[in-house]
């Protein structure tokens, strides 16, 4: 059983803000900003290293940066956002299903990165 496969297949409800063949955007159930989009693969991968290693990975993270693009435009942040992406457990990632969250909507000053 997979949360995001659950959401993407439309067994879960989720609040969609762009969808393609490839992708489905949908806002984060706890969000940390006034815009918190999650970019999910449709195709499930485990993580960004199983999209290098898998079959199609080209294909679905060129699909990511264009969603990520339409994120953009339809949540108006033309200032600017940022994109995270955890890996594995050290990295702090809880759903085992690659996504790409879309942060955005204030200024991000403080950061580590
Ligand atoms: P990560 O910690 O990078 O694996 O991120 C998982 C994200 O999924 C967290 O920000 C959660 O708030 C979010 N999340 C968990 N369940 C749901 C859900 N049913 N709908 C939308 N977002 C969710
Ligand atoms: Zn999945």
Redesign the pocket.
């Known amino acids: 059983m997979c949360?995001?496969c659950d959401?993407v297949e439309g067994k879960?409800?989720?609040?969609k803000v762009y969808e393609n063949d490839e992708v489905l955007c949908?806002?984060?159930?706890?969000?940390?900003a006034p815009v918190?989009v999650?970019v999910v693969p449709k195709k499930h991968f485990d993580n960004i290293r199983d999209i290098a290693n898998g079959e199609d990975g080209a294909r679905y993270l060129l699909a990511v940066s264009k969603a990520i693009d339409e994120v953009a435009r339809i949540k108006g942040l033309e200032g600017g956002f940022r994109v995270?992406?955890?890996c594995g457990e050290d990295?702090?990632?809880?759903?085992?299903h690659v996504?790409f969250?879309v942060v955005g909507g204030l200024k991000l000053n403080e950061h580590i990165l």
């Open positions: 949360l995001f959401i879960i409800p989720s609040t949908f806002n984060d159930i706890s969000p940390a918190h999650l995270v992406n955890n990295g702090g990632q809880t759903v085992n996504h969250h």
